[in-house]
């Protein structure tokens, strides 16, 4: 079946690194998303990504859809302690509403 | 208001058991979700109902019903709960189920923490 995989599994920056997370699928996806679960919390939506090549940003996020639509990354610019969390990405396939998620990298960032 | 609310917030149960998480959303999403999270984060999906009806039901053991009332909520109730069910439950909801192009923006509740003693 399909397989979703992240890396790395976990990242500690210093306030105002960069930091960035890589998503890798094992089919060719229609669209990805990507969600941030702060520490006790519950999962929230950022973006979803659809057009091979495809490159969004959120201020300090940028997020992009590899050509092969396989792969997806996530960066962040200057990260700051409100980033800290754990980011997901969840592939679908056949624009299906059963998103994957991956296993998710776990950000720290020491002021 | 909460977009998606869940209850009870925490559980803690005596093996065997059997318990109910209810879950609401308002709004006016077509399509609901159960995921569960282990301890180590993985997030995998148990069930999703679009307009009431299952549309997906990954393997999960049969102690495990989901119930949908009405397109608005979506329950799941576990049968003589085991050590392995302690987990957090989320409940989500999305517009729509055919997906494209930003339908399926999930929107989770607060979560469930199921400790099963």
């Known amino acids: 079946g399909q397989q979703v995989m992240q890396i790395p599994q976990y990242q500690h920056v210093q306030e105002g690194e960069d930091f960035t997370t890589y998503c890798n699928s094992s089919?060719?996806?229609?669209?990805i998303q990507w969600y941030k679960q702060r520490p006790g919390g519950h999962p929230v939506f950022l973006i979803q990504?659809?057009?091979?090549?495809e490159v969004k940003k959120q201020k300090r996020l940028t997020f992009q859809f590899g050509e092969a639509k396989k792969n997806s990354s996530l960066h962040i610019t200057a990260t700051q302690t409100t980033d800290v969390g754990t980011y997901f990405c969840?592939?679908?396939?056949?624009?299906?509403?059963?998103?994957?998620f991956g296993p998710g990298t776990r950000l720290s960032v020491l002021p | 208001d909460t977009a998606v609310s869940q209850t009870p917030k925490y559980l803690v149960t005596q093996m065997g058991n059997d318990k109910s998480i209810k879950c609401e959303q308002n709004l006016g999403h077509d399509t609901m979700y159960w995921y569960k999270q282990d301890s180590k984060k993985f997030l995998k999906i148990m069930f999703s109902?679009?307009?009431?009806?299952?549309?997906i039901n990954e393997t999960v053991p049969n102690r495990f019903s989901p119930k949908s009332p009405d397109k608005a909520h979506l329950n799941l109730h576990i049968n003589s709960l085991e050590l392995g069910d302690s987990a957090v439950y989320f409940c989500?909801?999305?517009?729509?189920?055919?997906?494209?192009?930003?339908?399926?923006?999930?929107?989770f509740g607060q979560g469930t923490r199921l400790t099963v003693v």
């Open positions: 990504l659809v057009k091979s090549g």
């Open positions: 089919t060719t996806l229609s669209n």
């Open positions: 989500a909801s999305s517009q729509d189920w055919t997906g494209g192009l930003g339908n399926t923006e999930a929107f």
């Open positions: 969840a592939g679908g396939v056949n624009y299906g509403q059963n998103f994957v």
């Open positions: 109902y679009n307009n009431k009806e299952l549309i």
